[in-house]
Structures are given as structure tokens and as C-alpha cells.
């Protein structure tokens, strides 16, 4: 049975990645601040963290001792039962020494101090093989997401300045048709100006040709016909005063 089917290989990933997890957690416990609430926290996490693992790594062993008594019948050999049985016993250090560290520190400062010092080396007890195998997995993993998280950022950026062009594009298209209706509206207005220009000439023309009409008629006019003019308004006035106030 290859080890992508082998259900010890699945449930070994498995607690593995909740390892990583408390790893992970452990090491912002030890950065937390004593007596902090997030200290608090994180120890209870912490705890009950390591007592679900260490409940799977015991159901792990029992299917160890299960598959030990007939190795053939499962398809593995002595040297991978002990291979399996190191590994759950590592597995089982590490989180042991995370969780003395955790309730030591609960008590004191130095217990604290002195306690992580311990549990950091006994993580690295674990042989080399497994140190080596676990450091180019988690490396492999890493790195396919770094690679896939810097190639989503990609995507995403090129898609934004998809967008922002689409937008700039708009924005032109749009600049286009207002700068078109300022330039039919300014041929509009100077067709006006220039038929209001027309006009005024026009109106000129007239208005001089009529002065010089009144200019002649009042130089042919003498002043015989102007005083009798001026004497028929009078008598026009006279007349139409006494209609209106006197009647």
C-alpha cells in the first residue's frame, strides 16, 4: 500500500499540521506578556490543544500495535512499524515539552524561562532523517504558496489596472464628447455673433440713411414754415387741452 492511500500516513499529516499549529501558537505565547489576558488565552488554547493531540497520537499507536501483530496482513515490515513508533513517540516529546513549558509558566517567570530552554531542546532531539524530511516538506509547502500567493497578487494587480484602464478609457471617451459639444456650442455662438454683427451694420445703415433724410427735409424747411409749424402745434395743443379738462 503506497503511503497517499496508507489511512497512518493520512492521520500522521493530519496531527502534523495541528503540530504546526501549536508550534505556531506556542511561539506567540512565549512573545505574550506574563499575566496578559492574551496570555491567559493562549495558555488555555495552548492545553487544550496538546491534549487533542496527544489523544490522536495515542489512537495512532493503538493502530501500530494492531498492525504489529501480523505486519504481512497490512503489507509493512518491522522497520516500518519501528519507523512509525518513533515517530509518534517524537510527536508525543514535542508536545510534551510544549505543555510543561505552558503550565510551568502559569507559576513563574524563571520556571518559564527554564522550562522553554528544555523544550526547545528536546525538538531538537528528533532525528536528522525526520528533521530533514519534515524541513524539505515544509520548505516544498512554502514555497508552492509563496509561489501561488505571489501569482494570485499578480492576477490581482493586473486585473486592478484592467479595471483602471477601463476606467481611464471611460474617463476619455467622455472628456472627447464634452470637449465635441463646447466645440459645436462655441460654432453655434459665433454663428450668432456674426448674424447679430450683421445686423447691427444693417441697422446702421438704416439709421443713417433716416438722418440724412431729416437733415435734408429740416434744411429745405424754412423759417416761415417752421414758425407756422410751431403756432399749428400750439393751436393743436390748445384745443385738445380744453377737450379734455374743460368738457
Known sequence: ???????????????????DKL????????????????????TKELLAACESIEWQVDELDKTIDVAARDP???????????????????????VGSMKKAVVAGKDSNGTRTFN????????????????????????ARDNNDFISSESDRQLLLMRQQDEELDELSA?????????????EELLAQ???????????????NRLDFVQKKVAMVIKKASAKGQMMMICFLIVLFIVLFVLVFLT
Not at 506556542?26 to 489576558?37: D, I, L, V
Not at 497490512?74 to 510527536?91: C, M, P, Q, V
Not at 474617463?171 to 466645440?183: E, M, N, Q, Y
Open 190 to 204: 459665433d454663428k450668432i455673433v456674426n448674424e447679430l454683427g450683421m445686423e447691427m451694420d444693417s441697422t446702421s
Open 116 to 139: 522553554l530552554n528544555g523544550m526547545r531542546r528536546e525538538l531538537l532531539r528528533l532525528p536528522d532523517s525526520d528533521q530533514k524530511e519534515q524541513f524539505n516538506a515544509y520548505s
Open 171 to 183: 474617463s476619455v471617451v467622455r472628456i472627447g464628447d464634452v470637449g465635441l459639444t463646447i466645440h
Open 72 to 94: 504481512s496482513w497490512y503489507g509493512i515490515d518491522r522497520i516500518e512499524l519501528d519507523k512509525r513508533r518513533r515517530w509518534t513517540s517524537n510527536a508525543r516529546a514535542q
Open 1 to 19: 500500500m503506497s503511503s497517499a492511500q496508507d489511512p497512518f500516513y493520512i492521520v500522521k499529516e493530519e496531527i502534523q499540521e495541528s503540530i
Open 23 to 42: 508550534l505556531s501558537t506556542f511561539h506567540r505565547w512565549e512573545q505574550t506578556p506574563a499575566a496578559s489576558g492574551e496570555q491567559v488565552h493562549l
